[in-house]
């Protein structure tokens, strides 16, 4: 072939090569597609046949979850989550399109309806009042053990409107919790609406790729060095004896001391519950219920005469429950788990018992840091979605308000602010049923006091009215920070008008006393004729308080009344009361505060008027002061506290 023959082939056109495209349909798989380029991926050859431009063959070669549609049928929700994640995975997928195949349509649809049904199979035994169409009604009644939700009575939370600034870590789900807490610690710990958590929960709620991704992410961001409790951190409890409890007589009397004379005015114990654990020898294996068992025993000792609760030490009788108490096992440093009812309990008798000792300072520590531990599992605030039987409701709300009240008669006592005010908890009163009648074969009468049975609570829950109107009297009187007087009126008319606003409180307290509450000096000795002393003592000793720090005013008096006067009228129906409940009644609680402080007004009354100039009969009052220091006398014995009052 010549060179010229070779530049004239050269000139001619070559048959071009066609580079395969990707991405062709179903239908043209076979033959040459422009799918690719054609818009919306839909090829030229399938729009002028009227046909579907699927995909579904390539999709098989990126996905093979495809090639085999996962059945979940029988499967429990872990293992069915595990088979359908790379399914779902794959629908989600920005290149997914519905297969044309009819067939494997339908495997697909199928295997997302059973995983669907799973999930609620799941929900509906997780949550069964959401899920069924007539939610049980029954009103359950159980023993403080049992596990079952049951609404008190009387507790109309649910009807209340939702309010968002009262969340709380309550409506978290569980999820939730694990991968944002030490849950592993802690998973009863409770967390209010300030705090930084529930922040997150709203934060979550807000974002838009859903709670459960949003959570798997934070989960998977966080730095193990910094959510794992290190081993440094953990203090271990010490090497505890084992418990030495009193011999079964012994036991049994101080049992029935307790309930008779202790729990009557502060009922912390529901005494069928308690009594059937002692005679099931659960203080023996059980060393929570031990705890509350020996602190029943320190505090019964304060009223018992059996020398065997004695140490063998100089002055026993002042060491009364002492062999009790030093065994107990309080506030551990290794509180890295929530506290139990059980172990407030504890805290709430032995704190009981101190106010008998010599160290009512340590009494009033150890009742702040049980208050402390309320707060910290919530029991202050009312639960949703309560999971609590009706008796363990009840009993947290009596350790609660046994450890407030106490609260405030001893900080009372030291001059010192309380630790939770008023506005600090909102639970309702204790139901006012007496411990026999928790429990009823017929669960309609579970929890109800019977007609025409007065019942012992109702002396609690008066005596907790009152407590709300002192603790009103210290914001106003005993603040560090004392309210600032409104405009119009100067400081010593705004006093006068918020004496005389509490002075119309305590009345109408004091008017709306039930009848078996009020005081009789000539009815027998029972538990409401202690009860009424205890109310009409702690109602005098309000009015003291909160005219006390007015009478050392020189030549000031109200243009309505006179503070010296109330105090002095008050201190004399103080001691009047005590010298009968005295004679005939069990010695009351912190009963030195009341006495003390009205023979110290007394005194202060007649060397002010012997000041003055003003007539006032002395012998009278002498008596009075006499009267008062004999009924001191008579706790001696073993109440150390009250041995200082005289």
């Keep these: 072939m010549s060179a010229q023959d070779e530049e004239e082939g050269s000139s001619l056109p070559k048959k071009s090569k066609h580079s395969r495209m990707r991405g062709a349909c179903d239908a043209c798989r076979q033959k040459k597609?422009?799918?690719?380029?054609?818009?919306?991926?839909?090829?030229s050859r399938c729009t002028a046949s009227g046909l579907d431009c699927t995909h579904f063959y390539m999709m098989k070669v990126h996905f093979p979850i495809l090639q085999k549609i996962p059945e979940v049928v029988g499967l429990g929700l872990e293992e069915a989550k595990a088979r359908m994640g790379p399914l779902l995975d794959t629908i989600l997928s920005p290149l997914y399109q519905l297969p044309a195949d009819p067939i494997v349509?339908?495997?697909?649809?199928?295997?997302?309806?059973?995983?669907a049904r799973a999930l609620e199979k799941f929900l509906a035994e997780k949550i069964p009042e959401q899920f069924s169409e007539e939610s049980p009604s029954p009103n359950h009644s159980s023993s403080a053990d049992a596990g079952e939700a049951v609404t008190s009575p009387g507790d109309d939370s649910k009807n209340e409107p939702e309010n968002p600034l009262y969340d709380d870590i309550s409506a978290l789900s569980d999820?939730?919790?694990?991968?944002?807490?030490?849950?592993?610690?802690?998973?009863?710990?409770?967390?209010?609406?300030?705090?930084?958590?529930?922040?997150v929960k709203a934060a979550i709620d807000l974002n838009v790729a859903g709670t459960e991704q949003t959570i798997a992410c934070l989960a998977k961001n966080k730095r193990p060095e910094f959510w794992t409790v290190r081993p440094w951190e953990v203090i271990p409890d010490p090497e505890y004896p084992p418990y030495v409890f009193p011999e079964p007589d012994l036991l049994c009397h101080l049992v029935e001391e307790y309930f008779t004379k202790s729990n009557p005015m502060f009922p912390l114990l529901n005494r069928s519950i308690f009594e059937n654990g002692v005679r099931a020898g659960l203080h023996l294996v059980d060393d929570e219920f031990g705890g509350i068992v020996?602190?029943?025993?320190?505090?019964?000792?304060?009223?018992?005469?059996d020398p065997r609760i004695l140490l063998d030490v100089p002055h026993a009788e002042q060491s009364a429950g002492f062999k009790y108490y030093r065994q107990l096992r309080l506030s551990r440093d290794s509180f890295l788990r929530a506290p139990t009812l059980q172990e407030l309990q504890t805290h709430t008798a032995t704190a009981t018992f101190l106010r008998a000792s010599s160290r009512l300072d340590k009494c009033w520590h150890l009742l702040g840091v049980t208050l402390r531990a309320v707060q910290e599992i919530g029991l202050n605030r009312k639960q949703k979605n309560d999971k609590r039987s009706v008796a363990q409701s009840e009993l947290c709300k009596r350790v609660f308000f046994c450890l407030w009240s106490m609260e405030q008669f001893v900080g009372a006592a030291l001059g010192r602010p309380s630790c939770m005010r008023r506005a600090d908890y909102g639970i309702d009163r204790p139901i006012e049923c007496d411990d026999e009648f928790w429990e009823n074969e017929n669960p309609e009468l579970a929890f109800k006091q019977p007609p025409g049975r007065h019942s012992e609570v109702t002396f609690f829950n008066r005596l907790l009215d009152l407590l709300d109107i002192f603790d009103g009297v210290q914001a106003a009187i005993y603040s560090v920070q004392k309210p600032i007087s409104p405009k119009g009126f100067s400081t010593e008319e705004w006093n006068e008008r918020q004496l005389a606003e509490f002075d119309s409180e305590l009345n109408n307290w004091y008017e709306n006393l039930p009848e078996f509450l009020r005081w009789d000096p000539d009815a027998p000795n029972s538990a409401f004729f202690?009860?009424?002393?205890?109310?009409?003592?702690?109602?005098?000793?309000?009015?003291?308080?909160?005219?006390?720090?007015?009478?050392?005013?020189?030549?000031?008096v109200t243009k309505t009344f006179s503070s010296m006067a109330i105090c002095t009228n008050s201190a004399r129906a103080i001691i009047r009361i005590m010298t009968i409940q005295n004679q005939k009644g069990v010695p009351l609680p912190l009963l030195g505060i009341s006495l003390n402080l009205s023979a110290t007004v007394l005194l202060v009354n007649m060397w002010k008027e012997r000041k003055s100039g003003n007539p006032i009969?002395?012998?009278?009052?002498?008596?009075?002061?006499?009267?008062?220091?004999?009924?001191?006398?008579?706790?001696?014995?073993?109440?150390?506290f009250t041995g200082r009052c005289w």
């Design 175 to 199: 999820t939730l919790r694990e991968n944002l807490l030490l849950e592993s610690f802690a998973p009863q710990r409770f967390y209010g609406a300030s705090s930084t958590i529930m922040l």
């Design 530 to 556: 202690n009860q009424s002393a205890k109310l009409y003592i702690s109602f005098y000793w309000v009015k003291i308080l909160m005219h006390r720090p007015f009478i050392a005013l020189k030549n000031k």
């Design 33 to 43: 597609s422009d799918s690719a380029k054609m818009p919306k991926n839909r090829c």
């Design 617 to 640: 009969d002395e012998e009278r009052e002498i008596d009075y002061i006499i009267k008062c220091i004999k009924i001191l006398r008579s706790y001696d014995r073993c109440w150390q």
């Design 294 to 305: 020996l602190g029943v025993c320190a505090v019964a000792a304060l009223y018992s005469r």
């Design 105 to 115: 349509l339908h495997e697909t649809m199928t295997s997302l309806a059973q995983y």
